[in-house]
T-cell receptor, first 114, second 111 residues
Framework: EPEVTQTPSHQVTQMGQEVILRCVPISNHLYFYWYRQILGQKVEFLVSFYNNEISEKSEIFDDQFSVERPDGSNFTLKIRSTKLEDSAMYFC????????????FGPGTRLTVT | DAKTTQPNSMESNEEEPVHLPCNHSTISGTDYIHWYRQLPSQGPEYVIHGLTSNVNNRMASLAIAEDRKSSTLILHRATLRDAAVYYCILYHMEYGNKLVFGAGTILRVKS
């Protein structure tokens, strides 16, 4: 069964450093998403991406964040200058071009900012 | 965003059916009812969705009230692997493509 994959599974970085989180969505999906979950809190939407552009973003997704689909398979989330409060699980998801838009999530990348 | 209300937690015995309720009294006519679950230390997992009629798939059944103001996710025979947080989410393209997760229901399964 096709699945969303994410790398790395765990990333440790120092405050102020740039990080890139990588995702490979399901191959025939057209919509891509990033969510995050701070330990013990709810899953929060960050951004959605369709047709090579951001279709929606949350208040969390400020100028420090960017997304890119550099080739036909990868979808990346970049945090330009990490803060302690960026420490969280980051989940990538994808969905097909269907009205109901059920989303399929990856296993997540645990980002620890020290 | 339309709101859903779920119990904080529920407990079930292994091999028994589980009925997870969700209230969504402000649902609009075109909102889909989605259910996801999140197993410990994993990403959310799509379970099932529906609009008006009851739905069945290999994972679960979804029973939707006639007035659509509530729904119930049914796990026919709970296993220890079903212990997870279950989220009931209303979805409509007008809300954008995002899923808005609440706190969900923590399901504990006893052996």
């Amino acid at each position: 069964e096709p699945e969303v994959t994410q790398t790395p599974s765990h990333q440790v970085t120092q405050m102020g450093q740039e990080v890139i989180l990588r995702c490979v969505p399901i191959s025939n999906h057209l919509y891509f998403y990033w969510y995050r979950q701070i330990l013990g809190q709810k899953v929060e939407f960050l951004v959605s991406f369709y047709n090579n552009e951001i279709s929606e973003k949350s208040e969390i997704f400020d100028d420090q964040f960017s997304v890119e689909r550099p080739d036909g398979s990868n979808f990346t989330l970049k945090i330009r200058s990490t803060k302690l409060e960026d420490s969280a699980m980051y989940f990538c998801a994808s969905s097909a071009a269907r009205r109901e838009h059920e989303q399929y999530f990856g296993p997540g990348t645990r980002l620890t900012v020290t | 965003d339309a709101k859903t209300t779920q119990p904080n937690s529920m407990e079930s015995n292994e091999e028994e059916p589980v009925h997870l309720p969700c209230n969504h009294s402000t649902i609009s006519g075109t909102d889909y009812i989605h259910w996801y679950r999140q197993l410990p230390s994993q990403g959310p997992e799509y379970v099932i969705h529906g609009l008006t009629s009851n739905v069945n798939n290999r994972m679960a059944s979804l029973a939707i009230a006639e007035d659509r103001k509530s729904s119930t996710l049914i796990l026919h025979r709970a296993t220890l692997r079903d212990a997870a947080v279950y989220y009931c989410i209303l979805y409509h393209m007008e809300y954008g493509n995002k899923l808005v997760f609440g706190a969900g229901t923590i399901l504990r399964v006893k052996s």
